[in-house]
């Protein structure tokens, strides 16, 4: 009689990679009589890492880098023997492009949070007025205690809406690509809660807890990570880890029937995959079609998600005739812009241009401005040109560009983002045993966050299968 448990995993991006890697380590390790199969609607694994390399750049159409400090991607970087190829960044100024200038972050802010008075008061960032507001939250009480409250609305309260509009929002709201106002602090960053909670001034709060930076006078470095060969090298080891015939590409998973015994999973290609345990790593919007016969997945049915442009443009660096010292900047939204930000790549990366070009990197979509992302390529590159030479004169068309749209890529983890998941997770515990949620529509869209998240499953589905 075979014994052996099928576990499988829907959707191959780095969630969905990162569990049938682990998952494949735990299983051979310890010996289980477990088999994997990930299934992957498209035809290649990476989700939205996607390296190009043409002429001798290295452009990267999704995530470029990750926070050296998120440990899950150095730790399985080092697992699939690409911990030599992490590269850290150039460091350098960057900038907040506000009322169409720019203007340097001022020192000692976290996350546009000013921890130094000085850099902050001598700052043109903000009026005197401005200035005045943002100090209320030495006086001000702590907040009360809430389950959850909008971003913008905690920091409105705090410092006012000249600081929030002018630095927080436009450094905090890009990573998800949402509206400040709309998203949930506690599912973003609750440790500016509990810091709020526990010393009453976040700026005090901030100024006990960050760590302390060296006196020493050592070249500063990067805090962010990129990987010397493009961020796909990463997804190439992983997949050259896996077992061969581990991998299905090209076939969608139309619906999850559970049974008596397990569950059966419906494919595009008219297969059954017959399974004791799934990992769903789709996005939240699939859920409700994928398991239509229970509506407590209806919860993530209105959750919004919105969709960017990565236009990423090579130049001569002759072309660019007002340079800038720096690595790039965000735009705050009271600009007439249609970017959000611009990455200077050739000076934050320069592993990825040629010498003596130049690499930018820009982004649209506002979650006010979706319909930029439908336009043409020359639209899109007409927009983009038009909004750099507002801050930067450059003389030539680009050599080429490459303009990449992610359509509903961007879960927006809207307020009472966390009570919904761990409803929708609560129902699956007692309905739908040895199913599991994970990836960027759930506990975190960084690379990092759903490498953690698809080990995290892993631990998960052993427990439960073990169990049984």
């Excluded at 290649?44 to 750049?57: A, E, M, P, R, V």
């Excluded at 929002?169 to 809660?193: C, H, R």
């Excluded at 969709?307 to 939204?333: E, H, L, P, W, Y």
């Excluded at 009271?334 to 003596?356: L, Q």
Aim: hydrophobic share 35%.
């Amino acid at each position: 009689m075979d014994n052996t448990k099928e576990i499988v995993i829907v959707g191959g991006g780095i969630t969905g990679l990162s569990a049938a890697y682990y998952l494949q380590k735990e299983i051979r390790e310890q010996g289980l009589p477990f088999k994997v199969k990930l299934v992957e609607a498209s035809s290649q694994l990476g989700g939205k890492i996607s390296t190009l390399k043409k002429d001798g750049f290295t452009i990267e159409r999704g995530p470029d880098s990750f926070l050296s400090k998120k440990t899950p991607a150095v730790k399985l970087a080092e697992e699939v023997g690409l911990d030599d190829q992490l590269v850290r960044n150039g460091t350098g100024q960057a900038y907040i492009l506000v009322n169409n200038k720019l203007h340097k972050i001022p020192r000692g802010s976290h996350m546009g949070i000013p921890t130094k008075a000085r850099p902050f008061l001598f700052s043109n960032l903000f009026s005197f007025k401005g200035k005045m507001r943002a100090g209320f939250d030495f006086v001000l009480p702590k907040g009360k205690k809430v389950q959850d409250q909008s971003l913008g609305g905690f920091f409105r309260h705090r410092f006012g809406n000249e600081v929030v509009e002018n630095v927080i929002d436009p450094l905090l709201s890009g990573i998800y690509s949402g509206d400040i106002d709309n998203m949930s602090l506690m599912a973003t960053y609750p440790n500016f809660y509990r810091i709020q909670q526990e010393h009453k001034s976040l700026i005090k709060g901030l100024q006990k807890t960050l760590p302390k930076r060296s006196g020493s006078k050592k070249k500063k470095t990067g805090v962010f990570y990129a990987f010397q060969d493009g961020f796909e090298s990463l997804v190439k080891h992983v997949e050259m880890k896996l077992d061969k015939d581990m991998v299905d590409l090209n076939v969608a998973v139309d619906h999850v029937e559970k049974k008596d015994h397990g569950y059966h999973l419906l494919l595009s290609n008219g297969e059954v995959y017959k399974a004791d345990a799934v990992i769903m790593t789709t996005p939240h919007f699939t859920l409700p079609k994928v398991f239509s016969q229970f509506d407590f997945f209806q919860e993530f049915a209105d959750v919004p998600a919105t969709s960017v442009a990565n236009v990423a443009m090579a130049f001569d660096q002759s072309a660019i005739k007002r340079d800038i010292d720096g690595t790039g900047f965000v735009v705050s939204r009271n600009s007439d812009y249609r970017i959000t930000a611009c990455t200077w790549t050739h000076k934050k990366w320069p592993h990825t241009t040629p010498e003596g070009s130049a690499l930018l990197r820009c982004y649209v979509g506002r979650p006010n401005d979706q319909e930029v992302v439908d336009l043409s390529d020359e639209e899109i590159q007409e927009i983009v040109l038009n909004d750099l030479n507002k801050t930067m004169n450059i003389t030539e068309a680009p050599k080429f560009s490459v303009i990449t749209r992610w359509k509903n890529a961007r879960p927006q983890y809207t307020v009472g983002h966390n009570e919904r998941v761990e409803k929708v997770r609560g129902k699956m515990a007692d309905v739908l045993p040895g199913v599991y949620l994970a990836g960027s529509s759930f506990e975190g869209v960084g690379v990092p966050d759903c490498i953690e998240q698809g080990e995290k499953a892993v631990g998960y589905v052993l427990d439960f299968l073990n169990e049984k």
